[in-house]
């Protein structure tokens, strides 16, 4: 009595009755498998007509288990489509670009497809009718047409389209409008000058991109530069960058708050000299540092702009030995790549004037003098440097006292072109010191002995004056004797 309740309160209706048993010879016999297969062939299926009321609402004979199982599946594909269809909402959220998840849904979109049947995809359509039509190409004999209306592919009319058509593989920067919808007629000249035109352009933007990012301007900073400042300040070296204050031929100097270090205190107020990336500022300065035995090794195998990094280098060595002769001069505080960092000559962001611009009176500017001479001597005999590039501009003057700085070109005096370079210096300060009145002020060649400490005496010919130099090609030094001798044979390198 309960198996009976149970199945008449089944809600999937009556169970079929249990197949009879059978032995294994009623099995192997031909009419129970013809029995066998008509009955599988009686059940429907979705391609059969029967199984339209799968998809209609009418409540069909569920007396077999087959059916059944696919109006189970088919319940379950919708409740799956339904909740993969929440997912997708909420992953794309209010994005204008969404991500379909289409290719996941089991039952066929149709069935729950909200758009009207008016409605069409362009984007999938290939026929998009909104796209100008392209001029048909010439076929391969060459023309079209017969008799009088023969065309051919030379026909100004047709070339003039398929110019305009052909500009639209231009590069994207180049806006060429809407010629085919203008019928617009390019000749061939017309379309091969603003072809070569938008090539020109393309190689000019690509040099100025390249040099935008690789070089140094006069008062900017490439992206590659401006990283390594940011990475200063964010390691706490650097407080801020306040921002540039003086410009040269290969550097940059910037101002900045000091921050700390763990091996060395940083001063309140720093400088970075920021060496510039472009290569046009050192082609022709690479004599001062390719003769130096320090970087000769190391500078015939580096790349021109890692040479930069070099001169950088230098200079910081340069520094440490004037700083351990007590020459007063920039400290160093850190070097980075082609970045030094050193301390503030002035005050209150205030940069120390440079000895040609300094208001000085005459006796400061005699006080000057004896200091700038005092430190070419302790330059070249304790520090075995020759600075190169000595003059009123490299000169600061602060608390009374003068400042040497820009020493990045300074060389040993066994360089070859050493002497000449001394030479150099002693004549650019003779000058300046005798122009501003002062009368202790040495000429060239006096200085020359002074600093050197050598005793070389000019020998004067008939026809020549104490101004006179022997000149080759565009070097310039003096002919001079030791003590009265001989003249002094150059060196072959000169």
Known sequence: AKQIDIINTNPWGSVAPAAPSCSLADVMSEQLARQLDEENNAFPTLTDPGADLLLSGEDPDTTSDLMLAQMLQMQYDREFDTQLRLEERKFNGDSKVSISFENYRMVHPYEDSDSSEDEVDWQDTRDDPYRAEKPQTTPRKGFTGKGKNITTKHDE??????????????????HVGDGLGMDLKLSNQV??????????EQRRSARLHD?????????????RTRLLMYKMVNAGVLDNINGCISTGKESVVFHADGGSLEEQPVPDEVVLKVFKTTLNEFKNRDRYIK????????FSKLNPRKVIRLWAEKEMHNLSRMKKAEIPCPDVVLLKKHILVMSFIGTDHVPAPKLKDAMLGSDDMRSAYCQVLHMMQQLYQQCNLVHADLSEYNMLWHDSKVWLIDVSQSVEPTHPHGLEFLFRDCRNVSTFFQKRGVSEAMNVYDLFNAVTG?????????N??????????KKTFPVATDDGGPPLKPDADD
């Open 291 to 298: 003769d130096d035995y320090r970087f000769k090794e190391r």
């Open 191 to 200: 379309f091969n000058s603003l072809k070569r035109h938008c090539q020109s």
């Open 464 to 473: 020549m004056n104490e101004d006179h130099v022997q000149r080759r090609g």
């Open 157 to 174: 009319v047709m070339c003039g389209r398929k110019n305009t058509a052909r500009m639209d593989n231009f590069a994207p920067e180049v």
């Open 454 to 462: 050598l005793n070389i005496t000019l020998r004067l010919h008939s």
């Open 211 to 223: 040099k935008k990012e690789h070089s140094t301007a006069e008062q900017a900073v490439d992206p």
